[in-house]
Structures are given as C-alpha cells and as structure tokens.
C-alpha cells in the first residue's frame, strides 16, 4: 500500500506503506512526469521492520543554498542503501530449472532467499556465466515462495535486481 511521502535530502521521494513492513517505495526523479520519475515500488529495503507507519523526520536545513541535495547520501544507519529493480525470471512458477534473466550483461551474485530471510542459493559469477540467460536448478528447495536477487560486481550505484518466485512439486 501507499502512505506517507517525504522528500529526503537526497531529493528523492521516498513513501512508507501502513505498519509492518521493511521496505520503502522511492520515486528517483520527482521532477519529472509520469514513467520517467523513476518510481520503484520496494525500492528500498530496511534493516528491520517498521512497526508503525511513519517517516523519519528529515528538517531542510539547507533552504537558502542554490543546491539543496546532496547526492552523495549513500548511507542510512550505518549500512549501504541500495536500490531495488525489477528482474525477469521464469517460468513462475517453477519446478525445477529456473531462467534469469541477468540485466544488461553484467557480471555479479545470485543469491535466493526463503520467505524467513534464509539464504537457500548463492552462486558467484567470476566469469562470463552470468551474462545473459542464466539457468538455476531449484529442485533441490521445497514447496514455497522465494525471493531471487542478482548483485552486480561492479555496482556503483548501488543496484540491487529483484523477483519474487514460487516454488511448487
């Protein structure tokens, strides 16, 4: 769902949902009309769940500067934030053998996460294997959902590729 909305010092928008969750939405370019604002839907994940729906309290203190952002913000609580995208994978559900679809043929991680925040799969890349079309083999997990991630080795800006499967018999 769809709370509250503040404008963070980084000049992103970034929205909570009602209680009890560990994600944020964030739309990336509020200044610009529809599709290009960049809006990601749990683009950003907390390090722990949110019991109340609320927003940190974020006070302008630069009003009178020319540049009121600081893009440099690269940190909340300690730890790196990274920005969640949407990732292709299929067949979903799956039984055995599932396609990933690595973004713009980058070389990096895919770790897969039970529903308990388990890590059940961690493949790392050193090579050309991840470009393109990857296929995992899932038959080893059971009946349940998961959540498959790819992390690429050179991640600047700090991206994280997402999709949520389900696994069946």
Same mark, same amino acid.
């Not at 509250?4 to 200044?31: F, Q, R």
């Not at 610009?32 to 940190?56: N, Y």
């Given at each position: ?39 990601? *839907? ?75 925040? *388990? ?44 999709? *949520? ?5």
């Amino acid at each position: 769902t769809f709370f509250l909305m503040a404008l963070a010092p980084d000049c992103k928008i970034y929205m909570c949902s009602g209680s009890s969750t560990n994600t944020y939405h964030v739309i990336n370019k509020p200044n610009e009309k529809g599709t290009a604002c960049d809006f990601v *839907q749990h683009g950003i994940r907390l390090p722990f769940t949110s019991s109340v729906a609320a927003m940190p309290y974020y006070p302008r203190f630069r009003v009178d500067d020319n540049e009121k952002c600081d893009p440099t913000i690269t940190s909340i609580f300690g730890d790196h934030v990274y920005y969640r995208r949407d990732m292709t994978v299929y067949p979903n559900p799956v039984r055995d053998i599932l396609n990933v679809e690595v973004p713009e043929g980058k070389k990096g991680r895919i770790v897969v996460f039970d529903m308990q925040g *388990q890590l059940v799969y961690d493949d790392r890349c050193p090579d050309d294997k991840c470009r393109g079309l990857v296929k995992i083999d899932l038959s080893i997990l059971t009946v349940g959902t998961y959540s498959v991630e790819f992390l690429p080795e050179d991640n600047s800006k700090r991206l994280i590729y997402t999709s *949520q499967i389900v696994k069946v018999e």
